[in-house]
């Protein structure tokens, strides 16, 4: 799916601002067809969660409403009209005045409908979007709901971050020709000192299609013809991370059969960058270089805004990784904005972009609550239909990030109950898709602490495994001696058996600003770094292992509960950024390895 931008044959129109808002069933059952009858307003882009006093208001199961007028620009008269959404957590439904025109399930993705037949040129229209924040077992991520005494629906979930909803990303509206391109795919090569640039364009009805590549000096290096085909660039400059390098790929549609060099009716420029991504062996290469992950697992979450995207803080957030030197990070637990993915690739970041898979672990509901254990896989909880939402998600994914050079790999689960009778029956269906989808990427998922090199039952079908262990956190708490030796045995008893690539995709400790001790305390500064360094001897000794990524890069929001306080405490930055003692200590050891493994010391 492309982004919509702003061409020599397309406008863009921004929608985000002041919106009304109102809370089902506040307003009428059909809202939209007037005027929200409500005082309230809100912001777009935004989590509505934080912004009001009334607990009603976020703790609010079920559907939310928002609506403003919208313009049509008058010089649209010919053209196609599309409305985009960027993001409805975690289903919308779009309405033009009274008409349904769009509908989607999945709350990080984008969805958008050609409304040219219900609306005018230099007309206004009346836009209201719904906005439900409701998790079942056949969504991802799962949940479920429960009615109290008191007749409140209430909402749980098993990850562990806050269910912000509301509509988090940008409103767009904008237009196309009757004949324009629908999707463009590129995928890049090295040749020698040369770039290769496999490119695949669709659009809409049978049309004459024209190629070319552009440096960033904006002088074309290579041009081509047809709506498939392979561009040359030699001397290529290639993407590398810390050193990111974009060309433009700008692709035309021609009226009549292109021969006589028609009139160009569309135009779209995609940047890419040439590098290429392969595991060989235990190694992790990028442009055939082996490449050492530092960085975080992060979350879109900020103080009033919740997951509302914010460009200062995109700005702010990419610079203290600059800082202490992280390369990468990990879109925990869902896809992020596709401002995060178009800065990574400007600025030389590695992403491992992640589905919103998270929760299909029965097991923590029963360790959590104290419930009876339930099959995690079967008719009555995860089951086919969970499966193909899951797949969705999937492709949806990979349709939106596919050009993106700063994405290096596709982690399709985090912490799946990969240990249970059903897990393979599940996902093997899943990385198939995934690989098919897109064949030049690996595949990961992030395995829970339950599951073990012994038990675990899919590790076999992914390409790199991503290990999440908090020993000296939840196991061996404040006892790091004994966590080491936990961590090593662990870690390898996965290289021995399975002799893939490894990283730590999640490890940390809950940490209080000011909280010191001499001794080794949890919550202490002290204990944080202390745990950091605790890991890092361990996977210094680990050849098989590529990389590290701290949970988390900042505190953030959960749901209540008497192990959270004030929510998830793991952050080396504090929630408004803030470093801890641990981000000082982490900048010691990472600015150093720029991109390059620790030597070995164990093996």
């Known amino acids: ?6 061409t020599a044959t397309r406008e863009l129109v921004n929608l985000d601002g002041i ?17 929200l009858d409500t005082r309230l307003e809100a912001p777009v882009p935004a989590s509505y969660n934080d912004l009001f006093t009334d607990s009603a208001i976020r703790d609010h199961v079920g559907w939310v409403w928002y609506q403003r007028p919208v313009r049509v620009p008058r010089g649209w008269a010919g053209e196609r009209v599309v409305l985009r959404v960027d993001a409805a957590t975690h289903e919308g439904k779009v309405y033009v005045d009274d008409v349904l025109v769009a509908q989607h399930v999945g709350g990080y993705t984008p969805f958008e409908a050609d409304i040219t037949e219900h609306v005018r040129p230099g007309g206004e229209f009346r836009l209201t979007i719904g906005v ?6 056949v969504t991802i991520p799962p949940g479920s709901i429960t009615v109290a005494h008191d007749g409140r629906r209430k909402q749980t979930y098993l990850h562990d971050f806050y269910n912000y909803a509301g509509l988090a990303r940008s409103v767009w509206l904008y237009s196309k020709p009757a004949v324009h391109i629908d999707d463009i795919t590129v995928v890049t090569g090295l040749d020698g000192t040369s770039g290769t640039v496999d490119y695949s364009v669709e659009t809409n009805a049978p049309a004459a299609v024209r190629v070319r590549a552009l440096d ?16 040359r660039i030699d001397d290529v400059t290639l993407w590398r991370p810390g050193a990111a390098y974009l060309y433009d790929l700008v692709v035309e549609v021609l009226d009549g059969d292109g021969t006589g060099g028609g009139e160009v009716v569309d135009t779209f420029t995609e940047p890419f960058g040439v590098r290429t991504v392969e595991v060989r062996g235990t190694q992790f290469l990028i442009n055939g270089e082996p490449f050492y992950f530092t960085g975080f697992g992060k979350h879109e979450d900020t103080p009033v805004r919740g997951k509302g995207h914010d460009d200062a803080y995109l700005v702010h957030d990419f610079q203290l990784m600059e800082w202490i030197g992280a390369n990468s990070f990990r879109t925990s637990h869902y896809p992020y904005a596709e401002e995060v993915m178009e800065f990574a690739d400007r600025h030389g970041i590695v992403v491992i972009d992640e589905t919103a898979a998270v929760g299909l672990n029965l097991a923590v509901e029963a360790g959590l609550m104290g419930t009876p254990p339930r099959a995690t896989f079967s008719e009555e909880t995860f089951n086919d239909d969970t499966r193909a939402a899951h ?3 999937i492709r949806e ?10 994405v290096v790999m596709w982690c399709i689960a985090n912490e799946p109950s990969s240990n249970e009778q059903g897990a393979r029956e599940y996902f093997e269906p899943l990385v198939e898709l995934t690989h098919k989808l897109d064949p030049t990427r690996p595949v990961s998922y992030a395995a829970v602490m339950f599951a073990t090199h012994e038990n675990d039952l899919i590790a076999d079908l992914f390409d790199v495994l991503c290990i999440n262990r908090y020993y000296g956190w939840y196991i061996a708490t404040g006892d790091l001696a004994t966590a080491e030796v936990y961590l090593e045995g662990d870690l390898r008893g996965w290289a021995e058996k399975f002799g893939k690539p490894i990283m730590m995709s999640e490890y940390g400790a809950d940490t209080l600003p000011g909280l010191h001790s001499v001794w080794d305390t949890p919550w202490t500064e002290e204990y944080q770094l202390a745990y950091l360094e605790a890991n890092h001897r361990v996977f210094d000794r680990i050849d098989a292992f590529i990389g590290e990524h701290v949970w988390n890069f900042a505190d953030f929001q959960t749901s209540n509960g008497i192990h959270r306080v004030g929510g998830n405490k793991k952050g080396v930055f504090t929630r408004e950024r803030h470093p801890k003692a641990a981000a000082h200590s982490l900048r010691q050891r990472w600015l150093p390895l720029g991109g390059r493994k620790p030597s070995s010391t164990g093996e």
Do not use: C, Y
């Open 1 to 6: 799916m492309l982004k919509p931008r702003s």
């Open 19 to 35: 919106w009304r808002f109102a809370v089902a069933p506040a307003v009428g059952p059909e809202p939209w067809t007037g005027p």
């Open 132 to 137: 439900n924040n409701e998790l079942t077992s």
């Open 216 to 231: 960033a000096d904006g002088i074309e290096v290579a041009a081509g013809e047809g709506a498939n085909g392979t561009l």
């Open 391 to 393: 797949a969705q998600a």
């Open 397 to 406: 994914l990979i349709a939106r990030d596919k050009n993106h050079p700063s």
